[in-house]
């Protein structure tokens, strides 16, 4: 079993980063907030877990241990494959997973593509006693490692995407500093800011005439 791989980011496109380990390159399918924040060049680390089938091996990685938890209890669930665990991640913390199973929200996991009615309230009754909700990490202010941790990685992903430092800087700062119904700032997590970023930025074809605009400016 291989339980977390570590390296330099080969490549990243769509939901798979390529990590070199030992001269060798590892495909890792990683959720897409995952892949924009991975940068080639860069090293980086992943929890993983390899999902063997009759005609694959396929490794999943994620930047913490608690995604990865989810992910297991996820794959789990009867109806619900790797890739739709995946999904799940990719538009829910866990923490935020944690709330739908405590409140019997099985609507929040109707969202996620290929998760139907049926399988989205198995998934509810299947994680409850498994997942708790956990309290937000001790902060000063919005100055907290946590939220600036969140902060670095989404302006990353930003500027690898074209936009300029200031533009993404700004629009990070403005969603962190505020909360809408479907975000709390004490609750920050990567694929929701990023998310929400991308939201507020705009379609990414127009990053490149952003960052020249910033340029220029």
């Not at 995604?67 to 996820?74: I, T």
């Not at 999904?87 to 290929?114: C, E």
């Not at 919005?142 to 533009?167: D, P």
Request: overall charge neutral.
């Amino acid at each position: 079993m291989i339980s977390s791989v570590r390296g330099p980011v080969l490549s990243a496109l769509g939901s798979t980063v390529v990590i070199e380990v030992g001269g060798v390159g590892l495909a890792v399918q990683v959720t897409p907030s995952t892949a924009l924040a991975a940068r080639a060049g860069t090293e980086t680390r992943l929890s993983t877990t390899l999902i063997v089938r009759e005609d694959s091996l396929t490794l999943y990685g994620f930047p913490s241990i608690e995604e990865l938890s989810v992910f297991e209890l996820l794959v789990g669930v009867t109806g619900v494959g790797p890739k739709s665990a995946l999904g799940v991640l990719a538009v829910m913390t866990p923490n935020q997973i944690a709330h739908a199973v405590a409140a019997d929200d099985d609507a929040a996991f109707r969202k996620v593509s290929g998760v139907g009615p049926k399988t989205a309230k198995l998934i509810v009754l299947s994680l409850v006693g498994k997942v708790a909700v956990t309290a937000p990490a001790a902060t000063s202010g919005r100055g907290g490692v946590a939220t600036a941790t969140v902060s670095a990685t989404v302006q990353a992903a930003l500027i690898g995407l074209g936009w300029s430092e200031r533009v993404a800087g700004q629009a990070v700062d403005e969603i962190l500093a505020g909360s809408t119904a479907e975000f709390d700032a004490e609750d920050a997590g990567v694929a929701t800011v990023l998310r929400l970023a991308l939201a507020r930025l705009g379609p990414a074809q127009h990053a490149g005439k952003t960052a020249a605009a910033e340029r220029r400016s």
